[in-house]
């Protein structure tokens, strides 16, 4: 049986500076004047120290995966004999609210980081070990969520559920390692909800086949996104559940024995991501670059780890592309082209790589 409180914006407060002293908190907060046009504020993961620094009203423009995986750290310092890990800036653990969504993102994070190919990723584990999450109560509908078709709408990671309310915050208690937080709060009824309905929904494409997959591959839908796609990386960037990262060492001076290796954000959608050696690159074009970014979200993913969608319908890459290219429709698109195949398959119509 979990507990559950009501408390006030002081009692909140209050139980954030206790908080703090052994947790980091991450939430959503509000930048004033800091979006993209003059005058816009823009919302963002940042540690805040008082409940009411949270913005409940607006999705962040970028998921909480930049705690986790930060845009920019330092993973070693290196000499020409030696080198040494660059140690976490604060020891603390880690207390991050999310949506739903959100949360449910950090199970295809560990995937990508925990469970493949055998090694695990030692710079998001030491950060992933220190990280509890409190689920943010979605009362409102955001521009392009599809959580509800995905199922990622519910999640079960998390140690409370928190639902903002005019004078404060209800909680209710998952785990007992915060229980001692509560002893002296006001116990209420309250059971956190989650949304069961989302205004956009999405059928996500079910490819059934590797010939299914290859004829989409050519299939003439992706190339409108040649000509409208400026390639900025914005949609991975803010995507909660992209994972692509490059590292760049950083020279201290003209001896290039002495500096550090830094880790930072990138994107697949980026020219000169997938750039090798000689000068190979395996997608040339930009319609190269999205068609792989979806169908690894489609397909790849879910053909590595056989857990379904690398997406959980958060909607900010739709929200968020200065080109309106919408995600939801590529899926729609993809759903129209694939029953195009399957007809030309019926019908042993012969197909060429
Ligand atoms: S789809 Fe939009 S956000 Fe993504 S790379 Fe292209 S232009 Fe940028
Ligand atoms: S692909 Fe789009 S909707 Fe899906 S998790 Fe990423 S940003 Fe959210």
Not at 44 to 67: D, P
Not at 242 to 253: A, L, P, Q, V
Request: net charge negative.
């Amino acid at each position: 049986m979990t507990k559950s409180y009501a408390l006030t914006v002081a009692e909140m407060d209050t139980l954030f500076e206790a908080l703090s002293e052994k947790y980091a908190i991450y939430a959503p907060t509000r930048l004033h004047n800091g979006g993209r046009y003059a005058l816009d504020d823009t919302i963002l993961y940042k540690e805040v120290t008082k409940y009411e620094e949270i913005e409940w009203q607006q999705r962040s423009i970028f998921s909480m995966k930049e705690v986790l995986t930060p845009l920019s750290q330092t993973l070693f310092y290196f000499t020409e004999e030696d080198f040494k890990e660059a140690k976490l800036k604060d020891e603390r653990e880690l207390l991050i609210f999310g949506r739903a969504c959100d949360l449910n993102s950090v199970k295809i994070q560990d995937q990508i980081f925990l469970e493949n190919g055998g090694e695990q990723d030692y710079f998001y584990k030491r950060l992933r070990e220190k990280a509890h999450f409190a689920v943010m109560q979605c009362d409102d509908q955001y521009d392009g969520c599809f959580c509800c078709s995905l199922g990622t709408n519910v999640t079960d990671i998390h140690d409370f559920g928190v639902a903002f309310s005019e004078v404060g915050a209800k909680i209710q208690l998952n785990s007992e390692l915060f229980e001692g937080y509560f002893s002296d709060a006001q116990e209420t009824l309250f059971e956190v909800s989650f949304p069961q309905e989302n205004q956009l929904k999405v059928a996500f494409p079910q490819i059934e086949s590797q010939e299914e997959y290859q004829r989409l591959r050519v299939h003439p839908m992706w190339e409108e996104y040649d000509k409208r796609c400026i390639a900025c990386g914005k949609c991975t960037i803010a995507c909660n559940t992209c994972t692509c990262f490059t590292t760049t060492d950083i020279f201290y001076s003209e001896n290039q024995n002495v500096g550090e290796r830094r880790r930072g954000c990138a994107s697949c959608m980026i020219a000169g991501f997938d750039t090798m050696a000689g000068d190979h690159c395996f997608r040339k074009t930009v319609k190269d670059r999205y068609r792989f970014k979806i169908l690894h979200k489609v397909y790849g993913h879910d053909a590595r780890f056989h857990t379904g969608a690398m997406c959980t319908g958060c909607g900010r890459c739709d929200a968020d592309c200065p080109e309106l290219i919408s995600y939801s429709q590529t899926l729609a698109n993809i759903n129209a082209a694939l029953i195009e195949i399957r007809q030309e398959i019926k019908e042993g119509v012969p197909f060429h790589v």
